[in-house]
């Protein structure tokens, strides 16, 4: 492998020009002509050509958002920061953070007060938080992918608030799903999901494929497995056996809650240790964890077979359970996705809150809008969004119980600004609060240093054509020994006159997840660690694994990494999901115990907003916590 220097970079295509060292860094300053000035009306954003999207390289938590968070967190901000540049005008109300979130927060507030004044604060150089898309030119023609947020598409259906803004938004999910949805392009040419096999981990290379269509026994014929491992998979997920005999259905859930899915395959079914290195990833993208770190009965509740089909449990959620299997268990929300994801809803919701940036005048046609940031943050204008500006404090003028309003700093640039608002919502990452509201009770700050944020990695690969997928007869591998645990052919959606890739021949984005784990450690120390392992890794290192994996999983089809790849945007998402908790590490807190719920509690003339908040890593969860925070603010005088 790569570490070792044994895999050769020239083959690799590791010296050939693609679409991301411009940009390296994620910032694209010199290539875009833009001068990064100091001044809060004359950054970036406010230039030609500013177009985030666009960027390649590292995206996500992309250089230059996070470093002062860090020295916050670390308590040397403060030491070395810069008088304040002298403030601007009071405002209505602040919000911290670009997200779903904190844009739903100034669309509610302004709902109630249409005349308010806010200006949205992100630390990112492009708003929607999670919710991002990556855009690239490929032969000649748009091609979009999320950056984070995915889907429209939740546990549990959305709330009369949530199903109402996007609505009113103009999306109607049912029937764009049936109108736009439906496209399986991939399943008609007969693609389907396949298992790579590497040989670190399993002793050889090899891709097998038609997982969920042909009998498992077909399926794993050539894996390079022990007859043992092999024949207990295919027990796994295909015989009817009880493994919980003389329980009822509510006996055997009480049990389940209580083991991990590992523990359950090696002790209860009884399967072949070898059979773990298969399933140990198989959560990842969900959870944030493998099979170690998650309860059999949450694996059960998302619908796998998996040895539970001889079980004959009751369908439905079940005590314990955590908040993602009970919903999906009782049947999940309705479901549609847009090329780019939920970056479409907040481009939507820019578009209400500041006229003349998101062109367009439908759901449809925002898809393909090409967004004027320019226009973002004017003065005079009622709503600003300023983006690269990272807030480091917001304090309530006076006792939180008598405040008169709130003053908020923010970096930008290596300058710190401040700003007063009567009122300020922070809808950004919730453990960064104590730090930036020092003044919180204990009780609080511990709360919200409970939540610790699922990091992953959504990596966007542009790649010349897809004939090796369609030669290997998959659309999705599951690679569980590799660096990237997943990768599919980006999902065809057509909409607003975006059309999505047809024929194998084409470029077309892959989508690689890679989300770093420690297995046998509790859920929130794996997180950290992931955390840490996400920012360390230099881009460099990134290109080459994906260069090798998939030169090892298509390669034996005609495909070559060194030619065939054309660019490579990496989401790095080290505060991603936000924590549900689990059950198998977690105490199952008293209502109104939780820590979210303590953390989310009103300061003063501060709410606190962001998925976080209501801990249930969705959209809907993040437009439901806007909702909240503002409502506690709108109480006040
Ligand atoms: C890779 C990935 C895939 C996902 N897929 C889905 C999906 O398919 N469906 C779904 O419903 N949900 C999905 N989610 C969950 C997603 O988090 C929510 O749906 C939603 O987008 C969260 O919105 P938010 O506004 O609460 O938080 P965020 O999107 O995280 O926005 C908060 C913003 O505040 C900023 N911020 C934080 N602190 C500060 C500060 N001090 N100063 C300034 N700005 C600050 C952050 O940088 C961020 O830009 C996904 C998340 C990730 C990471």
């Not at 998979?233 to 919980?244: C, H, K, P, Q």
Request: aromatic share 8%; charged share 25%.
């Amino acid at each position: 492998m790569d570490e070792d220097g044994k895999v050769d970079d020239r083959r690799l295509g590791m010296d050939r020009p693609i679409a991301r060292r411009d940009f390296l860094n994620g910032v694209a300053v010199t290539a875009l002509g833009l001068a990064a000035s100091s001044t809060a009306d004359a950054a970036p954003q406010d230039g030609g050509g500013y177009y985030p999207p666009g960027l390649a390289g590292l995206r996500g938590s992309h250089p230059g958002s996070f470093e002062v968070a860090h020295s916050l967190r670390d308590g040397k901000f403060w030491e070395s920061a810069p008088p304040p540049v002298p403030g601007e005008d009071l405002y209505d109300l602040v919000i911290v953070g670009g997200g779903i979130s904190g844009l739903s927060a100034a669309h509610f507030y302004r709902e109630h007060k249409p005349g308010a004044r806010i200006l949205i604060l992100d630390n990112h150089d492009d708003f929607g938080g999670h919710a991002k898309r990556n855009e690239f030119v490929l032969g000649g023609r748009m091609e979009l992918i999320n950056g984070g947020t995915l889907e429209i598409d939740s546990p549990r259906p959305y709330s009369r608030v949530a199903d109402g803004l996007i609505r009113s938004l103009g999306i109607d999910p049912p029937a764009f799903e049936e109108k736009y949805g439906k496209k399986e392009v991939y399943d008609k040419i007969g693609l389907g999901r396949g298992a790579f096999f590497d040989a670190q981990t399993f002793g050889a290379d090899k891709l097998v494929s038609g997982i969920g269509a042909k009998p498992w026994r077909e399926v794993l014929a050539d894996a390079p497995l022990s007859a043992r491992a092999k024949a207990d998979i295919i027990r796994i997920e295909e015989a009817d056996i009880d493994y919980l005999p003389g329980l009822n259905s509510a006996q055997k859930k009480d049990k389940l809650w209580r083991i991990s899915f590992k523990d359950y395959l090696l002790k209860i079914v009884g399967a072949d240790p070898g059979v773990i290195p298969f399933y140990q990833a198989s959560t990842q993208d969900e959870w944030g964890v493998g099979i170690d770190a998650l309860s059999a009965l949450d694996v059960w509740g998302f619908g796998a077979n998996r040895g539970f089909q001889g079980l004959k449990l009751e369908p439905g959620s079940a005590p314990h359970m955590g908040n993602t299997p009970s919903g999906y268990a009782d049947g999940g929300s309705y479901t549609f996705h847009f090329p780019d994801g939920n970056a479409t809803i907040a481009r939507l919701l820019v578009r209400r809150l500041i006229p003349g940036v998101v062109p367009g005048k439908s759901a449809e046609d925002a898809v393909r809008a090409q967004v004027n940031y320019a226009h973002l943050d004017r003065p005079g204008q009622a709503v600003k969004i300023r983006l690269s500006s990272i807030v480091v404090g917001a304090r309530n003028i006076g006792t939180p119980a008598a405040s008169t309003g709130v003053e908020i700093a923010y970096s930008r640039f290596g300058e710190l600004f401040r700003v007063r608002a009567e009122k300020c919502i922070l809808a950004g990452w919730n453990m960064m609060i104590p730090y930036i509201c020092p003044d919180l009770p204990k009780v609080q700050k511990d709360a919200l240093h409970y939540l610790v944020k699922i990091p992953l990695v959504y990596t966007s690969v542009a790649v010349s054509n897809w004939r090796a997928f369609q030669k290997l007869g998959v659309q999705s591998i599951y690679s569980p020994g590799c660096y990237h645990s997943t990768t599919r052919l980006n999902p065809a959606v057509d909409i607003g006159g975006y059309t999505s890739v047809r024929s194998p021949d084409d470029p077309i984005i892959l989508r690689m997840v890679r989300v770093p784990c420690t297995p046998g450690l509790d859920e929130r120390t794996q997180h950290r660690l992931g955390h840490a392992d996400i920012l360390a890794t230099s881009f460099e290192t990134f290109e080459r694994k994906i260069r090798d994996q998939l030169g090892r999983m298509l390669g034996p089809a005609g495909f070559d990494p060194a030619h065939d790849i054309t660019g490579i945007t990496v989401n790095r998402w080290p505060h991603g999901y936000a924590y549900e908790y689990n059950p198998l590490f977690d105490p199952q807190w008293p209502p109104g115990q939780a820590p979210h719920e303590i953390g989310r509690a009103r300061h003063g003339r501060i709410a606190i907003a962001n998925s976080d908040s209501g801990a249930q890593a969705y959209t809907d969860c993040a437009i439901d916590q806007a909702h909240r925070a503002v409502q506690e603010l709108l109480t006040l005088t």
